[in-house]
């Protein structure tokens, strides 16, 4: 028992790391085309879900798209009522990816495994790198899943088991709560739904529990991105607690359908495995179906009373510095001290940069006043931070703590560089657009638009190199300043053509358009900056550029 117990763990803990490892790939490789896609697709919300789907299907996880289509929302990116059916839309691409993961082709998994090394180890471009990642996780998925199968084998036959498996067949209500909790705890309900249906391929549970834990698992996969979201602003949590309604909810009405056998299990499949993997598939294929009508009524019932209360007469809680001066006589603890005020820095310069563009499009007094007062705050945190650091610099402290005062020195300059260039150029040039009742051509703004979201997840990536000192993440970031500049270079191009054909928008916009993209590439170099020390201290750094890796990075 001992034996089979470590031999479903490991097999287990393999699916989820596999799972992983393609999420990982997709994101490091199509992360910015992937955030632009999805804001892109936020016209209404039939394409909205269209567009969940396929995201999710790409990154297999509906988890992973909830978060960025919140992250949207609670910035005003995007409609509540339409991320909330990009959710829906996502929820059914995982169950789609849980149908393609069921394939069992003898020689797919040393084709995945040879091309994904062979990708991975020689490509010279990082997205073809990544490409190998996504290829080695497919196939680690399938290792997997023939593990679970090769570790429930011996016992299918068991005594023991067929009174658990008589139980749960008989008390779907049961059968659902495991499902449920299996899900949660794994976080990912494609691995929990993959590890239900190869039970029941092996005989190892009827087909009534196996899809009772298939419905459980849908309830237990809508709770992974509501507690991930209870800090979110109300905008997230409608569409997470949306979701959670709506495909949770329904969970149970489905639960109750099968228990009373409403329907007839046929028609799902001829066995257990394909009952239980086809209800996943037709579960959530009908409730982004009867969902998209209840979108908008619900949505508004939600921001009733979800609503963030707004109150002139408000108290207003000062943030207190981290700079402690009791710190500075242990240099450790005040390194520490310095960068969390760093991150503050950088948190503050993000807050700025998330707006600004919308304001090229509608002015808000309110909006520019704010991104004015971030600027004066990221000045006085900045002025701050580089005296507690000249202070600490005066004290005996040792050559690793000085040189890492001055990064944390390096690191404030340059963020507060980017605030001064939202605050001035970006801003100033919002104000002569509204001024002059100037507009963009069609294609131009949303080549601006585009470059500013690449540019604005750039600057959240190097907040979290800062705070983990990540060699992948640096890595990551130090990739995407060399692709910005590309970037950069192909849409002046692309300015520069539009003007050649006479386009009227854009002869008026032409100056403003090009100081933008300059102005946001100058922004993503100084954010990019925080990752070239930790990169020069592992040795990946050239004089240019990172240095050509063909190993293995994680």
Not at 118 to 126: E, N, S, T
Not at 238 to 250: F, S, T
Not at 307 to 322: L, Q, T, W
Request: aromatic content about 6%; proline content about 4%; charged content about 20%.
């Amino acid at each position: 028992m001992l034996t089979f117990i470590l031999n479903l763990a490991g097999s287990a803990a393999l699916l989820l790391w596999s799972v992983r490892i393609i999420r990982t790939g997709v994101q490091r490789a199509f992360k910015s085309e992937l955030r632009t896609w999805l804001r892109r697709s936020s016209g209404n919300p039939p394409l909205a879900a269209g567009t969940g789907v396929i995201t999710a299907i790409l990154l297999q996880s509906s988890t992973a798209v909830a978060l960025l289509v919140t992250n949207f929302a609670a910035k005003g990116t995007i409609a509540v009522g339409v991320g909330l059916a990009m959710f829906l839309g996502a929820d059914l691409g995982s169950a789609i990816v849980t149908q393609i993961l069921l394939v069992r082709a003898a020689w797919l998994i040393p084709l995945l495994l040879l091309l994904g090394v062979a990708m991975f180890l020689k490509g010279q471009q990082p997205k073809v790198r990544q490409t190998g990642r996504i290829l080695i996780g497919l196939a680690l998925v399938l290792v997997s899943l023939d593990m679970i199968r090769m570790a429930t084998d011996p016992i299918r036959d068991s005594a023991a088991i067929a009174p658990f498996a008589g139980y749960l067949a008989r008390d779907v209500f049961s059968a659902f709560i495991v499902g449920a909790l299996l899900a949660w705890a794994m976080h990912s309900s494609v691995a929990a739904v993959l590890m239900f249906v190869t039970f029941a391929a092996q005989g190892l549970l009827p087909a009534t529990a196996a899809m009772a834990m298939v419905l459980g698992a849908n309830l237990g996969g809508s709770f992974i991105p509501f507690t991930l979201t209870l800090g979110a602003p109300a905008n997230a949590r409608i569409i997470v607690i949306g979701n959670l309604l709506l495909r949770g909810g329904g969970a149970v009405i489905a639960l109750l359908m099968l228990n009373f056998e409403v329907f007839p299990l046929d028609v799902l499949g001829a066995s257990a495995e394909r009952q239980s993997i086809n209800l996943h598939l037709a579960y959530n294929l009908a409730v982004v179906l009867l969902s998209l009508p209840l979108i908008p009524p619900l949505t508004r019932f939600l921001d009733r009373i979800l609503a963030d209360p707004i109150s002139p007469d408000a108290v207003r809680i000062e943030r207190i510095s981290a700079l402690d001066e009791t710190a500075l006589d242990d240099p450790d603890r005040a390194l520490i001290c310095a960068s969390r005020e760093v991150l503050h820095i950088g948190e503050k310069v993000e807050a700025m940069l998330s707006p600004v563009l919308g304001l090229y499009e509608t002015w808000d007094d309110a909006t520019a006043k704010a991104i004015r007062e971030n600027e004066s705050e990221v000045n006085a945190m900045y002025f701050d931070t580089k005296l507690y650091l000249a202070k600490l610099h005066q004290k005996q402290i040792p050559e690793k703590t000085a040189h890492r005062s001055m990064e944390l020195s390096s690191v404030a300059i340059n963020l507060e560089a980017a605030g001064d260039v939202i605050s001035k150029n970006l801003l100033g040039m919002a104000h002569k657009v509204h001024d002059k009742g100037l507009k963009f051509s069609p294609q131009g703004w949303r080549e601006l638009c585009d470059f500013h979201d690449r540019v604005l997840s750039n600057v959240q990536l190097s907040l979290n190199v800062l705070m983990t000192n990540g060699v992948d993440a640096a890595r990551q970031l130090v990739e995407e300043k060399e692709t910005v500049r590309d970037v950069e270079a192909e849409l002046q191009r692309r300015h520069l053509e539009r003007l050649r054909k006479g386009t009227t928008e854009s002869i008026e916009t032409s100056n403003i358009h090009q100081e933008t993209l300059r102005a946001l590439k100058q922004i993503n170099t100084a954010v990019s900056m925080v990752a070239y020390s930790i990169l020069r201290d592992t040795g990946e750094l050239l004089p240019s550029r990172l240095a050509e890796h063909n190993e293995e990075h994680g």
